[in-house]
């Protein structure tokens, strides 16, 4: 059995029962190092197989290697793990291995994690974009931001910034402007349910100024998101 698990932000009160059963049942836990170490009070007595930033691949197919020498196998993603997580992954690298059995544990991503920390800015149709560009050019980032922007999404990004992309959350704000008002709605969040949380509502405007970093989730509201007594919200058209 090679489950993938969502352990959610990384707290315990925020992950599934079927999360926290499925590291509990696994002979061995894998993930990237910061995720694995989120979990650590579960891991006890277990075999444990690490990787740093960027060895998605390497422990995605140690985990396998697990699975397929017969070991119950828990692959850890923070968040949800079908959510730019590594459950696509290891289900391409198990092609060719069915008598391996599988399951998705989902988590609670960041969108949610950090929309409630916010307040309630997903209660309208949002899109969800990272700036990362990795894995996807950012020429078809661009696309996609323009495209949510003028259809009047709200937009949740991930990875909005790092030590070599310091400027892409600027570049992404401009795009949006050409859409949105400068005052829409905007709110950050950083080490959602960690140590040193941190949030805050802004401005698209501002937001073009504002340092983040790969632990941040940035929130850009709709034309009818709003501040109600601190909190970001976004209507979806009840009348009250």
Not at 52 to 69: D, H, L, P, T
Not at 82 to 88: N, Q, R
Request: charged share 20%.
């Amino acid at each position: 059995m090679l489950s993938i698990v969502g352990i959610g932000p990384g707290g315990y009160d925020d992950m599934t029962v079927r999360a926290v059963n499925a590291i509990k049942n696994a002979d061995v836990i894998t993930g990237y190092k910061l995720y694995v170490d989120l979990v650590r009070d579960l891991t006890g007595g277990k075999e444990v197989f690490c990787t740093e930033m960027r060895g998605e691949v390497e422990r995605c197919k140690k985990a396998a290697e697990f699975a397929i020498s017969g070991k119950n196998v828990a692959l850890i993603s923070s968040g949800d793990a079908g959510i730019y997580g590594m459950a696509g992954l290891v289900l391409k690298i198990l092609e060719d291995h069915p008598e391996v059995e599988t399951e998705v544990i989902p988590g609670v991503s960041a969108c949610q994690s950090g929309g409630a920390v916010l307040g309630a800015p997903l209660v309208h149709d949002f899109a969800v974009i990272s700036l990362s560009n990795l894995l996807t050019p950012w020429s078809l980032i661009e696309k996609r931001l323009e495209a949510a922007a003028s259809a009047d999404f709200v937009i949740v990004l991930y990875n909005p910034g790092s030590h070599k992309r310091k400027d892409y959350l600027s570049r992404a704000c401009d795009i949006m402007l050409r859409h949105k008002s400068p005052e829409t709605v905007c709110g950050l969040v950083k080490n959602i349910s960690r140590d040193g949380e941190t949030s805050s509502i802004t401005t698209l405007e501002r937001l073009k100024s504002t340092p983040v970093d790969m632990l941040t989730t940035v929130f850009v509201g709709n034309s009818q998101t709003t501040v109600i007594n601190g909190k970001m919200v976004t209507p979806r058209g009840y009348r009250i």
